[in-house]
């Protein structure tokens, strides 16, 4: 993995010239729960906006990048933000390079996506710094009541549809990022902080009461085996789930 980024790195390093400010890793490698079936969450910081011929050759860079074989060469997932852009997030129609993991993915513009905050926070307090300023001088700060404030909007906005259309949650790959996501938010509400899948599982499983946590443990199994179908009991127990989460989320705004 280290190879693959410090190809990414001198890559990116040379194609942006100028224009770079810094790389850094977030997600699951910053809160110390990564593993081979966690992708590679990377951000990198430039002066302006990218586009036009630095994102053609950006394209280019990770075209390249994804044919090394390594394991890991097609785990990457981020992003391009310039530097006011990352001070803190408003969402907004502006469009940013993005990559997500999986082979044959290509870099591509899009907005950010709301649960930003989320991923900026960690990146702030968490964030590996493969070369460039520390994130706490790129990053406002975030109080408890801002991230419980996020996760109700995520929650809202993206989880409590998905009850009326649970299309995504019918591959076992989604269902227990589902499951894992509940914890997570239910841990934030209750804390006002960001921990891990893995911690935010071992909390749920003590705190939440007996009857998650078989879903819970299959959840971190069914993470290692995303191209299956989940089973229809796991699919009614996570649904089942995500309404919990929701009720908290009543009694938070009540």
Known sequence: MNGVLLELLSDVQTTLG???VGMYLFGSLALGDFDQDSDIDFVVI???DISGSLFSALQTVHMRIATIESWCAT???????P???LRRYIQSDVLYPHIERGKGERLRMK??????TIHSHILREAGVVVTG???HSLIDPLPPDKLRQTV???LRGWWEPMLHDPIKL?????QSYAVLTMCRMLHTLAYGTIVSKRVAAEWAKEFLGKQWMPLIERAWVGRHNPELKAQAEDLNATMELIRYTLEHDAQATS
Not at 75 to 81: A, F, H, K, N, V
Not at 111 to 116: A, G, H, I, K, M
Not at 170 to 174: A, D, I, K, P
């Open 133 to 135: 300023p520390p994130p």
């Open 152 to 154: 109700l909007e995520i």
């Open 46 to 48: 430039t002066n302006d």
């Open 83 to 85: 530097r006011r852009t």
């Open 111 to 116: 907005p950010q996506d709301s649960d930003w």
């Open 170 to 174: 019918s591959s076992r790959g989604y």
């Open 75 to 81: 785990e990457l997932e981020g992003c391009y933000l």
């Open 18 to 20: 100028e224009h770079f």
